[in-house]
């Protein structure tokens, strides 16, 4: 049996905790690879609405065993947090969210680590979510991380170390702080994470694998904000690419069935960093306000801007995006025209490529007729407007890969599949 694997294709809420919920029932389990409380994936369905920041988007559709994989960062008092309020709302966890033991621990020196990172960078600072994810990263590149497994072996020696280190830092940094609190609610995270169980994730899925079983994998963030292929250095600390899902979980290359990008109709992006295709006008502001661009946990306003070929061609290139996933498609209902970036002006020079440094980069946009109809209504693609159909094939002309399913609304049935011949 294959693994499928669903990522975003922008600068990350794109809707993935939306789809990965609604694609459940087909499968037997759903991991996450990589990214840590930075995420917020959003949910809605019978009238409630759910973000999640480290359980994946699987634990509401059945049984289904629900993993973090070894990929990702974990906040113990934050995960603390998330996985009561959703306990205290009937859903029961302790069974079938695993956990893996290689995962890293966000230490609450981590989190102290990323506020004092960021002041010293002043005006070139990223905009992080403040939640310890690149002092994590780092410590686990560099070979000093202390991970979920830890928990069971010389924990307090681990910890202490670790805190020692990062205390030295920020001594260097003359960075002032108070760490009780956030020592006090991180050690009763882990009294409480203690109740679940730690898995060999790698093992597990294998396992579950060779008995026929099947495996969605849920990215977080996007493509734009990958390590390494994102908008360095305004990125996260992780690969957020299709290859993400192969090292944050264990699982070999080629196991890899389809890959869901998902993509917005438009773009936004939270946090500092180049956006070619960002609106700075009447036009951004409403997009910004019909498509309630706040972030799901820090309600941060995101940029918002039209969206940008060129750069969905490369997240679909380096992804190896098989089948693609339009959202908020309701949110441009009213717009006369709608524009869509297909090059970049470099110096005076048009280029249809993603090149190293998008910094000031043009953009080139055609533009296309809207198509003036309430879409969250719909119930089938034979309902869809002359219009909205001219402006899939359009895209799916631009990029080469099949739109399967669209998104018309927040809620888990406004979601329609397109089933037309590829
Ligand atoms: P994620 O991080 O990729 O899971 O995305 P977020 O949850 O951060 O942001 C997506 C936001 O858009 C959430 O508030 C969703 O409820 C909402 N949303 C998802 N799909 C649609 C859609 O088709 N239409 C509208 N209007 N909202 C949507
Ligand atoms: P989901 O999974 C949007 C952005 C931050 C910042 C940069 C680095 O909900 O799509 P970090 O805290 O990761 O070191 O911040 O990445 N960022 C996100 N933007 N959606 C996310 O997650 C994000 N996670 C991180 O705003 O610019
Ligand atoms: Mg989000």
């Known amino acids: 049996?294959?693994?499928?694997?669903l990522l975003g294709l922008q600068w990350g809420d794109e809707g993935k905790g939306k789809v990965v919920d609604v694609l459940t029932p087909r499968y037997d389990v759903v991991a996450r690879f990589q990214g840590g409380p930075n995420a917020g994936h959003t949910l809605e369905f019978?009238?409630?609405?759910y973000v999640l920041r480290s359980i994946p988007s699987g634990i509401f559709q059945g049984d289904k065993v629900n993993i973090i994989g070894n990929g990702v960062v974990l906040d113990p008092a934050l995960f603390k947090a998330e996985a009561e309020a959703l306990e205290a709302s009937g859903h029961n966890l302790k069974e079938r969210l695993h956990i893996s033991k290689k995962a890293h621990l966000i230490l609450p020196t981590h989190r102290i680590l990323d506020a004092a990172y960021e002041a010293a960078k002043g005006d070139a600072k990223v905009g992080t979510t403040g939640k310890g994810i690149g002092p994590t990263y780092t410590d686990k590149i560099s070979r000093n991380g202390v991970r979920v497994g830890d928990i069971l072996h010389d924990f307090d020696k681990k910890y202490a170390a670790a805190k020692a280190r990062h205390e030295q830092i920020l001594k260097s940094l003359n960075y002032e702080y108070d760490l009780t609190e956030l020592e006090k609610a991180w050690f009763e995270g882990i009294e409480y994470l203690k109740q679940f169980r730690f898995v060999d994730s790698e093992h597990e899925i294998n396992g579950l694998l060779s008995e026929g079983k099947s495996v969605?994998?849920?990215?977080?963030?996007?493509?734009?904000?990958?390590?390494d292929f994102g908008s360095y250095p305004f990125v996260t600390s992780s690969n957020t690419v299709c290859a993400g899902a192969c090292t944050g979980l264990g699982i070999a290359p080629n196991k890899i069935g389809e890959v869901y990008g998902i993509f917005k109709a438009y773009c936004t992006r939270v946090g500092a960093g180049p956006f070619p295709t960002e609106l700075f006008d009447k036009t951004g502001d409403q997009i910004c306000t019909l498509g309630h661009e706040f972030g799901s946990v820090t309600g941060r306003k995101r940029r918002c801007g039209w969206i940008d070929l060129v750069a969905l061609k490369y997240a679909i290139m380096v992804d190896g995006v098989t089948?693609?996933?339009m959202m908020k498609s309701d949110v441009l209902d009213s717009f006369e025209t709608i524009k869509a970036c297909v090059a970049y002006k470099v110096n005076g020079e048009e280029i249809d490529y993603f090149p190293f440094d998008i910094e000031g980069v043009e953009p080139v946009y055609v533009e296309l007729p809207g198509w003036q109809t309430d879409m969250t209504k719909m119930q089938?693609?034979?309902e869809f407007p002359e219009e909205f159909n001219a402006y899939l094939s359009f895209l799916e002309e631009q990029l080469g890969v099949p739109v399967k399913i669209v998104s018309v609304g927040p809620d888990r049935e406004q979601?329609?599949?397109r089933y037309t011949e590829e």
């Not at 019978?46 to 609405?49: R, T």
């Open 216 to 227: 969605l994998c849920e990215g977080a963030q996007g493509t734009m904000l990958d390590i």
């Open 323 to 325: 089948k693609l996933i």
């Open 1 to 5: 049996m294959k693994v499928d694997i």
């Open 46 to 49: 019978e009238g409630q609405k």
């Open 380 to 382: 089938s693609e034979d």
């Open 415 to 417: 979601t329609i599949e």
